[in-house]
């Protein structure tokens, strides 16, 4: 079983900054994928970033703003957002599983944290 736990989300203006951190506990590998989803009202939860083995994936929509980080001595995962848009806003989950390929797919990860807000007003 892995326990993941979500912070630093809150209110921003657009093109402002937030990091979110996402700690993990219980049994954790260093093969599993960590991931960052978000899902905003009425939409569909979607991938945003994820790290793989050390290597880091990007939607389209936040490459370039966007910057996925592990630190694997304290288990944190964290996701650095950049020039923040008011697209942005949504409800933003970290989750983890094993997997291949898929890594933005939010049905192939088996652990989900509660979720941290990040609201960007423009």
């Known amino acids: 079983q892995v326990h993941l736990v979500e912070s630093g989300g809150g209110s921003v203006q657009a093109g402002g900054s937030l990091r979110l951190s996402c700690a993990a506990s219980?049994?954790?590998?260093?093969?599993?994928?960590m991931g960052w989803f978000r899902q905003a009202p009425g939409k569909e939860r979607e991938g945003v970033a994820s790290?793989?083995?050390?290597?880091?994936y990007y939607a389209v929509s936040v490459k370039g703003r966007f910057t996925v980080a592990q630190d694997n001595a304290k288990k944190t995962v964290y996701l650095q957002m950049n020039s923040l848009i008011s697209d942005d806003t949504a409800m933003y989950y970290c989750?983890?599983?094993?997997?291949?390929?898929?890594?933005?797919?939010?049905?192939?990860?088996?652990?989900w944290g509660q979720g941290t807000q990040v609201t960007v007003s423009s």
């Open positions: 989750a983890a599983g094993i997997m291949d390929y898929g890594v933005l797919d939010a049905s192939r990860y088996h652990y």
């Open positions: 219980g049994y954790t590998s260093s093969s599993m994928c």
């Open positions: 790290i793989c083995s050390g290597s880091p």
